[in-house]
């Protein structure tokens, strides 16, 4: 089950990183919208991976190890934690490894 949380409004890079997420998907919202601020994305917010989040899976998807991620970005293991079932939940991932390879084959990450 899906569970959507209005967190205010999306920074601009939250909004670019929707709409590359949305054009992996083929999905071209502005079909059906003559302009973007008429776009309704709220239950599509759950997918969007905060920059943090990204980063963490992009050091995961090398090999780094999760002490070494904390470091990196400046982070604790709880926050590296908290930040890691974020993302399987967003993602419908069951532990790291399914998440990266999600996020590969969706082509957020190369």
Do not use: W
């Not at 670019?16 to 919208?33: A, C, E, I, T």
């Not at 990204?54 to 970005?73: A, H, M, N, P, W």
């Amino acid at each position: 089950m899906q569970v959507f949380v209005d967190s205010g409004p999306l920074s601009q890079d939250e909004i670019d990183n929707l709409k590359s997420f949305l054009g992996v998907l083929g999905y071209n919202p502005l079909r059906r919208h003559k302009e973007e601020s008429e776009l309704n994305i709220e239950p599509l917010k759950s997918y969007l991976l905060t920059n943090r989040e990204l980063e963490i899976f992009q050091y995961l998807s090398k090999g780094k190890e999760k002490r070494e991620i904390c470091l990196k970005v400046a982070i604790s293991t709880t926050t590296f934690k908290r930040d890691i079932s974020e993302v399987l939940q967003k993602l419908q991932a069951t532990n790291r490894t399914h998440a990266v390879s999600e996020l590969f084959r969706l082509k957020i990450l190369e």
